[in-house]
């Protein structure tokens, strides 16, 4: 019997061995046929996932040279279970040290993830590298760090960072941390505001494990499920200690790219002021929802109330006894219908397409538990662990791996479900099965993570009109079916568009075009057309516009793929080669 | 050979057989004629220190019965030394859980360290018991946390702290999570002003792994010495997030005790409002260093130039070219008699005793290193770990540790030392050879940690002057030899009283006196008079005066003795039984 750390160090051997001699076909056939790599900027200055021995030989094929890898080996006992072994591995390239993760069957590797994490010569100052702080020689008219930091803001920073909401700032962080001279821009005038304006009972959806920031975790006493206004002060506080350059009360009004000069003009009003910032690289982090989707509807002009799309909905402090139409049975439908039902509105939610639900208390522990919980902290699974092995699943299977924990949800469930169904309540699982996290991944939307407002929808206290709208009268919103529903207020949680409107907004539309789609993978299911990605699209990687990137996402990702991004701005600040294989090519304009 | 697991596991067996027995002479005799026995609130509700197999036998007497103690064990591999076990302990109490530290030679235990960790049925919310941030069933009327927050604000509280600097911050985070309703009042504007206004190049003397905060350490990429703005940032976020119950702009004017109704009545005034709490308990945080003394000298009344405190000292920058003379040659005196070289000041520094000198850096690797350093952290001497050590050596030997210490760093900077000597500086290493944490133990002063000014006395860049002041003329300072000191500005750099002198201000003298000096072990060396203490004085454990407490220190004591002193707090609070062992006398007014 071979012990999986033998087979992991003969694997690891002969890899190395074969990428040392060039020999790429070699190489490529220590995986199985079904076997996958996945490449996070430490190969490919790219986010990318080959299948294959053939995807992998294309893959080395094109990187092998300029990346020079070597130093495989384990970081940690492997383990093995079900045939399967595991192995947490480390490496070196020509540029830079990585870790990654490997998963070994018989026929070969079966999964490969290799990460980027530092670039040689540009290692952060952390724990024996931290800063002084001080010097102990005085010296006449040497600067205090106050004076420093002041010094900097005069700078013209390297990057732009378009939005201060979580993205931004963690992206920032990083940035900070890697020298890299950037200034992440907000309209807000505090950092945390993006949180703080939402509605009052607002509390995140994702718990504290999985929303931890880079660098500065919650402490233990963190709630699961941060109230927004104490994210916000969370926000404010890192941003101020962190030392993220940042902008508030400041918009982006355009940004033009000049291809020759290789470099962005970006015209800013800050607090009254016109401002023109030069950057080499412009980061969009506007929030990965994008635009609001307004819905044209006949009658809108007509109606006498109030209409908002969900993103401008104040709360629901102002429509005690008014009756509500929520247009809409997503995430925000549901939080918005349940606020306002606190607060004694009278309120109708229209289901105009089928919803998936799960309950945040199953969810955090079926779909969450291995990774981002307290078991998971106990288990030595750290955050960092985490989202590695969450990176390390393709997302060409990973909806195999999530189907039969929301069969298991399903069931735990079952009651609330037959509740739901018995309102009239439109429910499913995804196209095929998945649930949420594919949902989110594909499409960003179509899910309502309960943590409260369906038990209003299946008892009827919020009550529950299915179909399409018609069009607004004057006292309301009609259906195709002909069902009136009188309103005070209409409110329409009707979504966002794609990122690449902002580009249309604030560079033009024939570069937003060109960029085309950003989010989803390609899977061919509702609202996420093929072909194929393998990855999200223009996510936190080279786009078709040169020095434009997006960023964002939920905390999880701004977290982990802010130091792709962070290393990829480094690299090319550095003057550093940065080889993109297979830049990925765009297929719809949004 | 016995294990020394083995060795250790024998003593707690017998220790605790004999105390289930409550036979205090078994037990007091299973400790080594020189043994100590040091107490943090777990059996004693003290702060308290006892000496030797009849020291033991005395607290176990008047303790036992209540603490009943029970289930001793070892919560890691114990080593061996130099025919000393050392061993980490838990143990449980009537009311509390306990960890410890205990070192065991041939004749029996050397030290016994045993400290209150958490009281049974009112742990704190951390880890698994973290608050959940939002319910899950939807509810008219419910609070959302702002709203919470809020309210709080109007409760009165059962603690008042006075002081809101990193002792108060430290110690108001540990009793908002103990559930004590509690308010930190401090004059400043914003949390870390204290630091914020002192003289621009400051920064902490102390390094980082020394300076963490409960609950959320300073992260990987902090600055060793951290600069005055920074840690200003620091605290003020720090109280934000952790959510201390802290009024700022907010100055205590006077505390009256009724002593029948066990209740303080606080007057406040608050933004010009004047507002009346009714505590039960009353914390000095007032600073460590307490009240300025401001020296007396003839014709200071006639000098016409400026004269100041060091603590009103507004830092170099309206000196550049005055004739400065500094009196002192501490911490302070040198910390401003660099920055005003810096700017080009004409700085004359008067010795008036001999002073104990440290280069950071020295003092870093060799005094602190074990413990508080990166390569500790790497040893997997976390912070806890690292104050338990620090903690589990009894003052009345702590010295002999730290004699080693200080001959190592004389001989690594004989050439420093040298070139002081040469320049006609007074140097010593503490009457006993003990060097800097003791002195400060003791007295709280007659050292400097050099960050680098030593330089410029040793190579005159400040001059130095020696002797006694004799008096002021309108043009200077003139010394007891007759030397004349021209000075545009007179900086008395001359130290602080004892903290008792708060008390004195805001309740009255006789309550002051009855408390008596604060600070101090009672060495009988300078600064800090006999009898022998054993502990220092009223600090973080009950005084003469009831409901009355000290709190402060450096970052290292704010942040492990808060826990002691919040815990004690606590259990009043709760009305759990809080017999207090051997209550200090006083032997000293201030």
């Known amino acids: 019997m071979t012990s999986p750390k033998q087979r992991v160090d003969d694997w690891l051997a002969s890899f190395e061995s074969a990428l040392r001699a060039r020999d790429v076909r070699a190489a490529a056939d220590l995986f199985a046929p079904d076997g996958f790599w996945r490449d996070l900027v430490a190969f490919t200055w790219n986010i990318t996932t080959v299948e294959g021995p053939d995807g992998v030989a294309d893959l080395l094929a094109a990187t092998l040279d300029?990346?020079?890898?070597?130093?495989?080996?384990?970081?940690?006992?492997?383990?093995?279970?079900?045939?399967?072994?595991?192995?947490?591995?480390?490496?070196?390239?020509?540029?830079?040290?990585?870790?990654?993760?490997?998963?070994?069957?018989?026929?070969?590797?079966?999964?490969?993830?290799?990460t980027l994490r530092e670039l040689k010569g540009f290692e952060e100052s952390q724990g024996g590298r931290r800063p002084q702080g001080v010097e102990h020689t005085l010296a006449k008219g040497r600067l205090t760090w106050a004076e420093r930091r002041a010094a900097e803001r005069q700078d013209q920073p390297y990057v732009v960072v378009i939005g201060g909401g979580q993205g931004g700032i963690a992206l920032g962080a990083r940035l900070r941390q890697l020298g890299v001279p950037s200034v992440v821009i907000d309209k807000n005038e505090r950092p945390g505001d993006q949180w703080r304006q939402r509605y009052k009972s607002l509390c995140l959806h994702d718990p504290v494990w999985y929303d931890h920031l880079p660098y500065l975790p919650f402490p233990a006493n963190w709630p699961v499920f941060s109230p927004k206004d104490k994210i916000g002060d969370w926000l404010e506080m890192y941003t101020r200690v962190m030392e993220v350059p940042y902008w508030s009360s400041s918009t982006v009004r355009s940004a033009t790219y000049d291809a020759a000069a290789g470099k962005w003009?970006?015209?800013?009003?800050?607090?009254?002021?016109?401002?023109?910032?030069?950057?080499?690289?412009?980061?969009?982090?506007?929030?990965?929802?994008?635009?609001?989707?307004?819905?044209?509807?006949?009658?809108q002009d007509v109606f006498r109330g109030e209409q908002q799309h969900s993103s401008q909905h104040p709360g629901p402090e102002a429509y005690r006894g008014k009756r509500v139409v929520v247009v809409g049975s997503n995430n925000s439908a549901f939080d918005i219908c349940g606020a306002l039902w606190e607060h004694d509105a009278d309120v109708t939610m229209v289901q105009r397409s089928s919803t998936h639900i799960v309950k945040s208390s199953t969810l955090m522990d079926v779909?969450?538990?291995?990774?981002?919980?307290?078991?998971?902290?106990?288990?030595?699974?750290?955050?960092?662990?985490?989202?590695?092995?969450?990176?390390?699943?393709?997302?060409?299977?990973?909806?195999e791996f999530q189907i039969p924990l929301y069969e298991e949800m399903a069931s735990r469930d079952a009651d609330f479900y037959a509740r739901l169904e018995k309102a009239g309540f439109r429910h499913d699982w995804g196209s095929d099965g998945s649930g949420l996290f594919m949902k989110y991944l594909r499409r960003g939307s179509?899910?309502?993570?309960?943590?409260?407002?369906?038990?209003?929808?299946?008892?009827?206290?919020?009550?529950?009109?299915?179909?399409?709208?018609?069009?607004?009268?004057?006292?309301?919103?009609?259906?195709?079916?002909?069902?009136e529903l009188p309103a005070d207020l209409v409110v329409y949680a009707t979504g966002y568009?794609?990122?690449?409107?902002?580009?249309?907004?604030?560079?033009?539309?024939?570069?937003?075009?060109?960029?085309?789609?950003?989010?989803?993978?390609?899977?061919?299911?509702?609202?996420?057309?093929?072909?194929?990605?393998?990855?999200?699209?223009?996510?936190?990687?080279?786009?078709?516009?040169?020095?434009?990137?997006?960023?964002?996402?939920?905390?999880?990702?701004?977290?982990?793929?802010?130091?792709?991004?962070?290393?990829?701005l480094k690299a090319r600040y550095e003057g550093l080669p940065t080889p993109v294989y297979r830049l990925a090519e765009s297929h719809h304009r949004g």
Do not use: C
């Open 446 to 483: 179509g899910y309502y993570i309960d943590v409260g407002a369906a038990e209003l929808v299946a008892d009827g206290r919020v009550k529950l009109a299915q179909g399409q709208v018609s069009h607004l009268t004057a006292d309301g919103v009609v259906l195709e079916d002909g069902t």
């Open 497 to 568: 568009g794609s990122m690449n409107g902002w580009v249309a907004d604030l560079v033009d539309q024939p570069t937003a075009d060109r960029i085309g789609k950003v989010w989803g993978l390609g899977s061919d299911t509702p609202k996420d057309p093929g072909p194929w990605e393998g990855e999200q699209r223009n996510m936190w990687k080279p786009t078709q516009q040169e020095n434009l990137w997006f960023h964002g996402g939920n905390l999880h990702q701004s977290r982990h793929y802010s130091l792709y991004l962070a290393l990829q």
């Open 66 to 114: 300029e990346a020079d890898p070597s130093g495989f080996e384990v970081t940690e006992e492997p383990t093995e279970s079900g045939g399967v072994v595991e192995a947490w591995i480390r490496f070196e390239t020509a540029t830079g040290r990585g870790t990654g993760h490997l998963r070994l069957k018989p026929e070969g590797a079966w999964t490969l993830l290799t």
């Open 367 to 399: 779909g969450l538990g291995d990774l981002y919980s307290e078991r998971a902290v106990a288990a030595g699974v750290t955050t960092d662990k985490a989202d590695m092995i969450f990176a390390s699943l393709p997302y060409r299977i990973m909806h």
């Open 265 to 299: 003009t970006v015209t800013v009003e800050r607090d009254g002021d016109t401002i023109e910032l030069r950057p080499t690289q412009l980061v969009f982090a506007t929030g990965m929802s994008g635009k609001p989707n307004y819905p044209a509807f006949p009658g």
